[in-house]
């Protein structure tokens, strides 16, 4: 019996030393949406029995192997002992009730975070081997950031052009994949103005890791100042072709592979291409004129640039038009 107390203190002593302890390590970020609220509230109370089922478990094993270990010269054979019904009853029915409560609370809360708002902001998010597009339908602008004001519900409708992709803000907490051929969906109403980042959270390439990109939630009205100018800079590129070709670019993330500065990338870069001499991986030397470049868009693997065999850069369904806003774009990259 008095091993029995001494235990159960120990054990108590245990677990909240353990929750304390990795509530102080800080495993969370910053919570910044009203998601992140039923979310923490749940991963909290896991910790609280995680601590308690950690110190269940340790406390007792080294308790026996320090107080029952062998006294020096005892020979004699450990008590035998078989089944204990009434033990593997208890340790059996507990933990099925415990499952159940988190699976009745965990059902809640997946309910919670996915509560809709009608008056949410519609944003359509595509992601690309390796980066993101953000289309506002509300507004008609295309951009390779996610911008929204804080307070309101963001819906966000995603796709994939290639393979499966994961969208993970964590100081958001909820996180979805991208799905090639599927719209799936995604809630946040951010509470906190800041500067944070989506990042790709299924593997998904060679390039996984760089596959981020900034998402800023702001007041209204800078909301509204970044927005306005994004319209104005739309309507004022839609009228060239080389300022249509850089939308396209940007939209589709050829960024993720193609540097416009002359540094090295998974593709080559865009800086001087036009006119030089580009040798090819089959030791022929092109011209890279406007046939060439719209060949290398159209049919990427048709002409392989020497050096770059191992990359595939994908195939874009473009039109003939924007392949030629694109070329316009790229050729006023010296
Ligand atoms: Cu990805």
Known sequence: MRHFVIVGILVIAMAVLTYFGLN???LMPEAASL??????????LEVMVISFLFALIIV???YSLIVFRRKKGDMTDGEHIEGNARLEITWTVIPLFMVAIFAYL???NLAETRRIDPDAMVVKVTGIQWSWKFEYPEYG???DELH???GRQVLLQMTSTDVIHSFWVPEFRVKQDLVPGRTTE???TPTVIGDYKVRCAELCGTSHAYMEKPVIISSQADFDTWMSGQVALAAEAAQTPEGRGQALVAANGCAACHSIDGSAGIGPTWRGVAGSQVALSDGTTVTATDDYLYSSIKAPQSQIVAGFEGQQMPVYGFSDEQIADIVAYIKTLR
């Open 24 to 26: 102080a390590a800080g």
């Open 35 to 44: 998601q992140a609220g039923p979310i923490d509230w749940l991963w909290n």
């Open 60 to 62: 007792p094993m080294f």
């Open 106 to 108: 965990g059902a809640g």
């Open 141 to 143: 602008v295309v951009s």
């Open 148 to 150: 929204a004001p804080v």
């Open 186 to 188: 995604l809630r946040i």
